[in-house]
């Protein structure tokens, strides 16, 4: 193996989940996925064939959970977790882990996790793993329904919170109600293109049909812009008038 690259796993229980992780890591050089595995016994082979540096696991899988799986393996063998809840994040720092990952994981964030990897692994390598190809993906996973739902960002028009859910009007009148923060969802939407307005609220800025200093229009919603926003959310809407509405 060249040392400029490594070798890794995913384990996770879900077909889609890996297909989405897979399809990420093709997409960094210095990344090769040597074996896909549905559960922790899968996994288990997976090391014991190839050599393997650092495995994506998901935590909750049936029989054997990824903490589980994770506390005997090899200190060598890194480990970054993949999970959509957050509640176990403290445990899985405690294993050494490299990164925690809360699904839907954006190309974005799983960059920042290779290169916690590379930072802590091969500090004299530097490695840029930032050099991928400039494709902007124009979509996301969220699991909603028991499924992993493709929503593509030109058919939002804003995000909700509530409480623990977060809730994604499309432009088509239906609505996804995911397990979520509206925090995670920021990361995972492309830079001006989604404004956070308020802190129940991010919007999509081309959908955007009126707003004043206090409210935007979108489809006939009224979304508040709290005065916490208000400065960041006008000056990215291109108005300098900070008095407009008032």
Do not use: W
Request: with cysteine.
């Amino acid at each position: 193996m060249n040392k400029k690259s490594i070798d890794c796993i995913v384990v996770d229980d879900e077909p889609i989940a890996r297909e989405i992780l897979e399809g990420h890591l093709k997409r960094i050089d210095q990344v090769r996925v040597v074996a896909s595995c549905k559960n922790a016994t899968e996994a288990f082979h997976a090391i014991n064939s190839h050599p393997v540096n650092l495995i994506f696991l998901d935590i909750q899988m049936p029989v054997i959970s990824g903490l589980s799986f994770a506390r005997p393996v090899n200190r060598n063998l890194r480990i970054i977790f993949t999970t959509a809840y957050r509640e176990y994040a403290a445990e899985g720092f405690d294993l050494k882990a490299v990164d925690y990952l809360l699904k839907p994981i954006s190309f974005e964030r799983l960059m920042q996790g290779i290169q916690k990897y590379f930072d802590e692994n091969t500090p004299a390598l530097n490695a840029p793993v930032g050099e991928v190809d400039e494709f902007q993906e124009d979509y996301m996973f969220v699991r909603s329904e028991h499924k992993m739902v493709r929503v593509d960002f030109r058919d939002i028009l804003f995000l909700e919170s509530l409480g623990d859910y977060v809730k994604i009007h499309l432009a088509n009148g239906k609505m996804l109600v995911t397990r979520d923060s509206l925090t995670n969802f920021e990361s995972s939407l492309q830079g001006e293109e989604f404004i956070r307005v308020h802190r129940s609220y991010i919007v999509a800025r081309h959908q955007i049909e009126s707003y004043t200093s206090d409210t935007s229009g979108i489809a006939k919603h009224e979304i508040p812009i709290s005065r916490s926003y208000r400065d960041e959310v006008l000056k990215k809407l291109g108005d300098g008038d900070y008095s407009l509405g008032t």
